[in-house]
């Protein structure tokens, strides 16, 4: 559950989260030759190096210290050259230009490197500084001050001091999570964002009303709407505008979204899309829109009107382009494409989209949207392993142990047991571990061997004792 997991994330209040780390210098250094096994393909580019005595990291030509923070792995680094979201006839890049193609006179900003500092990511987008969702155990730091972005937000004010009014803007995003069909470490998001000149509201208020008129036979019949929202103290407009302005921004972005998902989902003859009250430190008013889909409401997109503050500090270095600065109101969205693709094209495991399997991406040479035709899956390799806790513990930390040892073998990992020994009061942990190629047979002998490195490695790592 991609896009709900960041808005609850994003959206949790100033919950008490302790930081757990790795040491991280180390297992960088201890993984860097370990991995063999990740990624059967060429998956780590040239671009990358780790320098001899594990200080620095060499990424695109920067050289990035490494520091008490660092807890990214060459692994997750390799994948930053892969950019699937350019590859043609990649489904995730089908889904971007089909939306680019919806939202035609946006401009495409595909190419931010997703290095950014956590400024970028997180204190120019007013995420407190308390905020859970800044947690070590979360995302994948390179040091202290630079990580690679945790979502496509973080490129907001590029995109408006781009110069233009209204872009959309695709890339690989990063975030440490558990490890399942539906999760991986890395999956790619797409952030739209207009906005308009308010300074005489009712010429706008018209411009905007036309906007909506000309889409609206496209979509008008076919598109159920749930919209009981209402504007209120927990999901206020902003002080600084006014409401007669605010409105039809909002209308605005309502409209929008909903012709991209009526766009999207062609194939259902009646498309449900319910809107709920969310929030991001980012945008206020907030929402949510989820699209009822084979039975399901899938929660799809976050989305709202933009902090003016991110308006106004954009304007502080592109006058020309943002020069009345409160009166320039916009919107924002932002979604998963790998949740969207999942959907739109039945696949259904995150890790086919990193696959170099012809028999997957033969399938998308077209560039259009439709039904993945499965190929038989491999049998899968089952391994439990059991251990008592050290002092801290963290799951997030564990996935990433396994991922790192294990690459895209590994499926599935799920606590199946936890309890506390009533004498020595310690906590034991069981977790299953499903190890599953999607292009080729294991054997029991090669997944034996990684889980001998996994258990080491977790081990040394996080300070449990195997039982
Ligand atoms: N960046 C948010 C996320 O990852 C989504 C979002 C984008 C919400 C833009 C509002 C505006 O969850």
């Known amino acids: ?21 790795i040491n991280t210098t180390r297992s960088y250094a201890g993984l860097i030759h370990s991995n063999s096994h990740d990624a059967p393909h060429a998956d780590r580019g040239p671009s990358i190096v780790v320098d ?40 995730i890049s089908i889904i971007r230009s089909h939306i680019e193609n919806h939202f035609a006179t946006f401009k495409p900003l595909n190419n931010y490197h997703p290095v950014v500092t956590t400024r970028q990511n997180f204190d120019d987008l007013y995420i407190p500084v308390d905020h859970p969702s800044r947690n070590i155990s979360d995302n994948y730091y390179i040091n202290q001050t630079t990580m690679l972005r945790a979502h496509t937000s973080a490129h907001q004010l590029q995109g408006l001091r781009s110069g233009a009014s209204k872009f959309l803007i695709s890339g690989d995003v990063y975030r440490r999570d558990e490890i399942d069909a539906s999760h991986y470490p890395v999956f790619h998001q797409m952030e739209g964002f207009q906005y308009f000149d308010m300074s005489v509201p009712s010429i706008t208020a018209d411009q905007v009303n036309a906007d909506i008129a000309i889409q609206t036979p496209t979509i008008a019949n076919k598109i159920h709407t749930f919209d009981d929202t209402v504007i209120n103290v927990r999901n206020p407009i902003q002080s600084s505008h006014p409401i007669e302005a605010a409105m039809p921004v909002i209308a605005h972005l309502k409209h929008s979204l909903n012709s991209m998902v009526r766009m999207l989902f062609h194939d259902e003859p009646d498309l449900q899309v319910k809107w709920v009250d969310a929030y991001f430190p980012f945008t206020s008013p907030s929402w949510e829109m989820e699209v009822l ?10 989305c709202g009107v933009v902090h003016q503050g ?45 696959s170099q399997d012809p028999r997957f991406l033969d399938q998308f040479a077209g560039g259009k949207i439709f039904k993945f035709q499965p190929f038989s899956k491999y049998p899968p390799c089952i391994k ?15 996935c990433s142990v396994v991922r790192e040892v294990a690459g895209d073998i590994v499926e599935d990992v799920k606590k199946i047991d936890d309890f506390v020994h009533s004498k020595t009061n310690k906590r034991s942990m ?26 080491n490695q977790v081990q040394e790592k996080l300070g449990v004792e195997l039982r």
């Open 293 to 302: 889909y084979q039975g399901k409401w899938l929660e799809l997109c976050g």
């Open 310 to 354: 991110i308006m106004n500090a954009a304007g502080e270095n592109l006058l020309s382009a943002i020069s009345i600065q409160d009166y320039k109101i916009g919107w924002a969205f932002g979604f998963g494409l790998e949740r969207l693709a999942m959907v739109l094209f039945d696949i259904p495991d995150i890790r086919l989209f990193w």
């Open 384 to 398: 439990d392993m059991s251990f008592w806790l050290g002092e801290e513990w963290n799951e997030n930390n564990f």
């Open 1 to 21: 559950m991609r896009n709900p997991v960041v808005a609850r994330r994003l959206a949790i209040s100033h919950a008490c989260c302790r930081l757990h780390r």
């Open 52 to 91: 001899k005595q594990g200080s620095a990291v060499h990424i695109n030509g920067q050289i990035y210290s490494l520091d008490s923070w660092s807890n990214v792995t060459p692994g997750i680094l390799a994948k930053t050259t892969r950019k699937l979201h350019l590859h043609p006839s990649h489904p």
């Open 430 to 455: 069981c977790y299953r571990i499903v190890y599953r190629s999607m292009d080729r047979n294991v054997t029991n002998e090669e997944i034996n061997n990684i889980q001998e490195v996994v258990r």
